[in-house]
């Protein structure tokens, strides 16, 4: 079964930077593409960002392109999100997510069979 586990939040400045972690167990991590969403209080989950099997192609979201990057060690097991310029509408829990499905990054989160229980970012102005 399919298990992750996010670290790596906490509590930052605007304009900070944060990493984000993610370990993946229980099944073979290159066979997963993987994303990242979050959700803030009252509002509705995020896609955030996306990584293929292999790294060959990348998908971020709107609001966050250009200041976040998301990566992967597949011989580490581990995504990652490399948080900049942070700002206070940064401010949610964010959650990793696997698929095993080809094709390409997956933005939609139906598209996800698997979620980790989230790490909170929150961003002070």
């Known amino acids: 079964q399919v298990q992750l586990e996010e670290s790596g939040g906490g509590l930052v400045q605007a304009e900070g930077s944060l990493r984000l972690s993610c370990i993946f167990s229980g099944a073979t991590f290159n066979y997963y593409a993987m994303g990242w969403f979050r959700q803030a209080p009252g509002k509705e989950r995020e896609f955030v960002a996306a990584?293929?099997?292999?790294?060959?192609?990348?998908h971020y979201g709107h609001s966050v392109q250009g200041r976040f990057f998301v990566s992967r060690d597949n011989a580490e097991n581990t995504l990652y999100l490399d948080m900049n310029d942070l700002k206070p509408e940064d401010t949610a829990v964010y959650y990793c997510?696997?698929?095993?499905?080809?094709?390409?990054?997956?933005?939609?989160?139906?598209?996800?069979?698997?979620w980790g229980q989230g790490t909170q970012v929150t961003v002070s102005s």
């Open positions: 990584i293929s099997q292999r790294s060959y192609s990348t």
């Open positions: 997510a696997a698929t095993a499905l080809t094709g390409g990054v997956r933005i939609a989160a139906r598209e996800y069979a698997y």
